[in-house]
């Protein structure tokens, strides 16, 4: 079964510094999609970023970026320039067999004004 | 266009109970999917919903089903309910395939006396 690991279960940011938030995940595939989701204390999941397995570029969304290392089964979410909205529950999700996602456990980031 | 929305938000009921709740998709998503959401196992994908039929799911107990309409609407019900299902319901939906991102909904929160 597939597995997603988040090892930082809370992470501090400075506003306008960059954060960088681990993901790792346990698969026999080679096709599937990462993603990355926030939560905001309003609980609405809202997607962040979505990588394809089988594309090398890493992808990017404004502030947010991906390093994607398909061998080291790693998916790391950088954030640039933190704001105050950042502050949210990110999940790293798993998606391999139709629309069953799996979800790691969460990191918490706090931004610091 | 309009997001995933789930009704009610808020439900309370008692040991013993059932509940339904509501998902209705995005215009032209045509794939609903379910999950729980619990402090202490965090999120659970429960089923998914393609065209009517279920697609996939997880592993949880018969007393959770769901059902899908034609107009892709989707809703799920847990009979006999127990304490342990007091949690966050999370509906989701997605064009068709795997391919497709998945976008959620605010969620139900099901409090369990």
């Known amino acids: 079964a597939q597995t997603v690991t988040q090892s930082q279960p809370e992470m501090s940011v400075q506003e306008a510094e960059t954060v960088t938030l681990s993901c790792t995940y346990d698969?026999?595939?080679?096709?599937?999609?990462l993603f990355w989701y926030k939560q905001p204390p309003s609980r609405q999941m809202i997607l962040v970023i979505r990588?394809?397995?089988?594309?090398?570029q890493n992808a990017t969304e404004n502030r947010f970026s991906v390093n994607f290392q398909k061998a080291a089964k790693s998916f790391s979410l950088k954030i640039s320039d933190s704001q105050l909205g950042d502050a949210a529950m990110y999940f790293c999700?798993?998606?391999?067999?139709?629309?069953?996602?799996?979800f790691g456990a969460g990191t918490i980031l706090r931004v610091k004004s | 266009k309009a997001g995933v929305t789930q009704t009610p938000r808020y439900l309370i009921k008692t040991r013993g109970q059932q509940v339904t709740l509501s998902c209705s998709p995005i215009?032209?998503?045509?794939?609903v999917s379910w999950y729980q959401q619990t402090p202490g196992q965090g999120l659970q994908f429960l089923f998914e919903?393609?065209?009517?039929?279920?697609?996939n799911k997880g592993n949880f107990p018969g007393r959770f089903s769901g059902r899908q309409f034609s107009n892709s609407r989707s809703e799920m019900n847990v009979s006999t309910l127990e304490l342990g299902d007091s949690a966050l319901y999370l509906c989701?939906?997605?064009?068709?395939?795997?391919?497709?991102?998945?976008?959620f909904g605010p969620g139900t929160r099901l409090t369990v006396l």
């Open positions: 999700a798993y998606r391999r067999d139709g629309n069953k996602l799996v």
């Open positions: 215009s032209g998503h045509r794939s």
């Open positions: 990588q394809e397995a089988y594309k090398q």
């Open positions: 919903y393609f065209s009517e039929t279920q697609r």
């Open positions: 989701a939906s997605s064009l068709i395939g795997i391919s497709d991102t998945q976008y």
């Open positions: 698969t026999s595939e080679s096709d599937y999609y």
